[in-house]
């Protein structure tokens, strides 16, 4: 079946540390996306890509970086300089002609003990 | 810059009672308008969309939604719920221009819907 993997679901951090959360998909979508979500905040986009080798920042990207150099992969890192990092990250994607159509994987929720 | 405002942010109903969730967003241009769902444990899917054309719309699971441009809204409705609609439900817009070079979704905050059996 096609659709969007992330893992791991659920990961554990100490302060001052990195950690990559991985997003495969295997829709051959174009485009993918990462979000963040907190309680009673929605969803508030991170980085997207819409081509191998190009990504743009979304409305909050300091304190992560982001690759893609595979199309069915989009690696989110979380840097130690993100303040506030302890939330539910999601990966999605869609196909280009699509707009706003997205597909999401089930999510890794990140903990910074 | 755009925003959606989700007016509830946790409803309660019983089997079989009527559903009016409301959605306003702020962007003065031309958008695309979403309604996405998350059950227990699920991911966050599609449950209906309007690009252009009748301003209400038909989704999956008996939902509807209608845009009223005059109002900058787009409330989700469904005239009986049942114990299986219990999900956390998000109203997202972009812009039309911006989403055909980006796809980027503006998301509200979410509503949380109980439903009690």
């Known amino acids: 079946d096609g659709g969007i993997t992330q893992s791991p679901k659920y990961l554990f951090r100490k302060e001052g540390q990195n950690v990559t959360l991985s997003c495969e998909q295997n829709l051959n979508h174009d485009a993918m996306y990462w979000y963040r979500q907190d309680p009673g905040q929605g969803l508030r986009l991170i980085y997207y890509s819409q081509i191998v080798n190009d990504f743009q920042k979304g409305d909050i990207a300091e304190g992560y970086s982001v690759s893609r150099e595979k199309k069915e992969s989009f690696p989110l890192t979380v840097t130690s300089a993100q303040k506030n990092p302890t939330a539910f990250y999601l990966c999605a994607s869609r196909q280009l002609l699509r707009p706003g159509e997205l597909f999401f994987g089930e999510g890794s929720r990140l903990t910074v003990l | 810059a755009q925003s959606v405002s989700q007016h509830n942010h946790h409803v309660i109903l019983s089997e079989a009672a009527s559903l009016e969730l409301g959605c306003n967003y702020s962007y003065g241009g031309t958008v695309n308008l979403f309604w996405y769902v998350q059950y227990p444990g699920q991911h966050l899917q599609l449950l209906l969309k309007?690009?252009?054309?009748?301003?209400l719309v038909k989704g999956i699971k008996g939902f509807e939604a209608e845009f009223i441009k005059s109002k900058f809204s787009f409330n989700l409705r469904k005239p009986s719920v049942q114990w299986s609609d219990t999900a956390e439900y998000f109203c997202?817009?972009?812009?039309?221009?911006?989403?055909?070079?980006?796809?980027?979704?503006?998301f509200g905050q979410g509503t949380t819907l109980q439903v009690k059996p």
């Open positions: 309007y690009f252009s054309g009748d301003p």
């Open positions: 997202a817009v972009t812009a039309r221009t911006l989403s055909s070079n980006t796809g980027k979704l503006i």
